[in-house]
Each structure stands twice: as structure tokens, then as C-alpha cells.
């Protein structure tokens, strides 16, 4: 989501569709489409590695920027749709991420009324279908909307239910990991730490390199939590986007992310960040007067110096002039098509592919 801090931030089981059930609609689709850790040191299983390359995502997001206090439909998805079914166009829309933008990882959101409910039963079909793909998945919560809509946990009695539910059904698929909370501003760093520690000490069978802690406030710094000896052995998320400041120029936005990563790139995966990709603009091309472009160009440059993953937001959202993908298709068996190419090229170059245009 992209809601802006009040100021600009600074640093301070439900039983699975059986395998080969699950083998047999990824066969059937793809052929539609066109063919762990505790507290202390960790062990070396658990321990992230030196870089957080191998992330290479989007957020595939609700027209809603995910903020609801009802059932959450994934653009192209429809919540009277089930499992099979959304399994099919959810194995279309993975398989187009793939083929457009050489995506490896989704981010999806999670709320108690999707997982508490009786769509869970559909809704993991989004998640089954990225992971049998061999995606990677960030399952991450959303708070709702209104007055809702405040940096907290809605409701703790519904909020820890849904995770037991969520860690349940997925803590063995080792591609799938756990986000306990989206941008998290309604806590101090420290009660935020506090949040995270208890939700590591309550799913203890999830694997550590399984759990990514949101930066805190807008997940707009890791620094706090990354110096947290309780959170040791997690990934963390960071989120950053252009629209926080009116103008910088290249050097200021470098300048800016980096100050919000500290010395912890090596754990950090920015799971959002974002500019318009459907204004024309040309992010293959310096124009030092133009702010986003300033910015895509400084934060896909720096995520590749620090070898960092990075899932930009959003790469498929309904209406969303942010929106790295569009639905093409008929609603039955969507396909994507790319908004802005010099998006995708910046992309492809943060993830370590390409060659340096822009500067």
C-alpha cells in the first residue's frame, strides 16, 4: 500500500489440495496458458544468506490497496470463484508475471475475514498456484479500512486465529513465508519489536528464514527491528516510495534509502516500492527535473549495489496508475500485458539482469 506518513519518515491444517491433485490443475492450467529458529544464534538452516537477491517480485493486490473489512478479491479473482477456479486464473496471472517481467515471488495479503472464513478454502489457490509454479510467497496482513485504518491490529482475537490457520496450512511449503504485519505505524519501534518477537515465539515451528519482520512505522525503516536480538535470523521488509518527497534529485534518493537500510541489507527485502506507470513516463532515460524518475532509477540502482531482493507494488492492482501489469483477457483466463517497459526494464535491472540505462 501506498499511504503516506503523516510526515516524511525518518530512521529512528485445512487440509491442502493433495500434491497430485495440486500437480494435475498446474498441468491443466499451464497448459491453457501455452505449455526454519529460536532465540539465539542461528543455525545455519535458519540463518538468511549474505544477500537477499533471490527475490524478484510484485505484490499482486485487491483494487482496494488491500485495506478491507470483508473479503479481500485479488484484481482478476472473484470471491464467488472456487478453488479450482481460482487456482486456473491465479496460475495465468503467475505464469504472466513470469513471461513479462522474469518475476520469482508474490506478495499477497492475508486479513481474518479471507483466512477465518469459509474462502479460505478458495482463496489458498492464489497461494498453492504461485507455489506449485515455484514462486515464492509473502502471505502478509492487512489491516481494514475507515477508522480501522490506523497502523494497529484490528482485533488480536481474530488476528492470531488467522495465523494459526495460515501457518497451519503452509509452515512445511519452504516457499512460502510469513509477513506478520503490513506497515505496522500505529506502534512505537518498540512496541512494534515486541509484536514480532511474540508472533516468532507463538508460530515456533516456522522456520526464521520463513518470517519477514516489517521495518517500523510504514515499514519505512529496518534499523530498529534489524538491531533486535529477539528477531534474529528473520528477513526484514522495507517499503519506499517516490511520492514522500515532493522533488530529490538522484544522490538525495540514494542518499535517502540507504540511511533506512543502515547496515542491514543483507537481511532487507523491499516488498513495496513503486512509481506511475501509466503516465508515460520513461524511466530508461535520465531527466534530472523529474522526480520519479530520479527515484526509480536511484533505488533500482541501489537494491542491485546491495544485493538486495526487492517485490515492487503493485505489479497487478485494478485502476492503479502504479500498476506494473494490466488484465488482458477474457475474465475466465486472464493474461498481463506490460504498462510501461522502461518500468519493466528498471526492474529487470534491480534484479540483476539487463544493462545500466538511465545514467
Request: charged fraction near 20%; glycine fraction near 8%; include cysteine.
Amino acid at each position: 500500500m501506498r499511504t503516506p506518513p503523516a510526515v516524511s519518515p525518518t530512521p529512528a491444517a485445512a487440509s491442502r489440495t493433495p500434491l497430485r491433485g495440486r500437480a494435475a490443475l498446474v498441468a491443466v492450467a499451464l497448459a491453457a496458458v501455452g505449455s526454519s529458529m529460536l532465540v539465539g544464534a542461528p543455525s545455519a538452516a535458519a540463518r538468511p544468506a549474505q544477500d537477499t537477491t533471490q527475490f524478484k517480485g510484485v505484490n499482486w493486490a485487491d483494487p482496494r490497496d488491500n485495506f478491507a473489512d470483508d473479503l479481500l478479491q485479488l484484481s482478476g479473482l472473484s470471491t464467488t470463484d472456487t478453488y479450482r477456479q481460482t487456482y486456473a486464473k491465479a496460475t495465468r496471472v503467475i505464469a504472466a508475471f513470469r513471461a513479462n517481467l522474469g518475476a520469482n515471488t508474490v506478495r499477497l495479503p492475508i486479513n481474518p475475514y479471507t483466512v477465518n472464513g469459509a474462502y479460505w478454502k478458495s482463496y489458498r489457490g492464489v497461494i498453492d498456484a504461485a507455489s506449485d509454479q515455484g514462486f515464492k510467497v509473502i502471505v502478509s496482513y492487512w489491516e481494514g479500512t475507515g477508522p480501522r485504518k490506523d497502523g494497529f491490529i484490528d482485533d488480536e482475537a481474530t488476528y492470531w486465529p488467522m495465523w494459526k490457520t495460515v501457518v497451519k496450512a503452509y509452515k512445511n511449503d519452504e516457499r512460502v513465508y510469513f509477513e506478520p504485519m503490513n506497515e505496522p505505524h500505529g506502534y512505537t519501534d518498540t512496541q512494534w519489536a515486541d509484536i514480532a518477537a511474540k508472533w516468532l515465539d507463538t508460530y515456533k515451528s516456522v522456520p526464521r528464514n520463513r518470517v519477514f519482520v516489517s521495518g517500523a512505522g510504514y515499514n519505512d525503516h529496518v534499523t530498529t527491528v534489524c538491531a533486535d536480538p529477539r528477531l534474529k535470523g528473520t528477513y526484514l521488509s522495507l517499503h519506499h516510495y517516490g511520492f514522500w518527497k515532493e522533488y530529490a534529485t538522484y544522490d538525495q534518493w540514494v542518499a535517502d534509502l540507504k540511511v533506512r537500510i543502515g547496515d542491514c541489507a543483507n537481511r532487507t527485502v523491499a516488498d513495496e516500492f513503486g512509481a506511475p506507470m501509466t503516465t508515460g513516463l520513461n524511466y530508461d532515460k535520465a531527466t534530472p527535473d523529474d522526480n520519479f524518475v530520479n527515484y526509480v532509477q536511484a533505488v533500482t540502482d541501489t537494491f542491485r549495489e546491495l544485493k538486495m531482493g526487492s517485490v515492487y507494488w503493485p505489479g497487478l492492482r485494478t485502476d492503479d496508475i502504479y500498476s506494473i501489469q494490466k488484465l488482458v483477457g477474457p475474465p475466465s483466463r486472464p493474461w498481463l500485458e506490460t504498462t510501461n517497459q522502461s518500468g519493466a526494464d528498471r526492474l529487470a535491472w534491480a534484479w540483476g539482469r539487463g544493462k545500466p540505462v538511465g545514467k
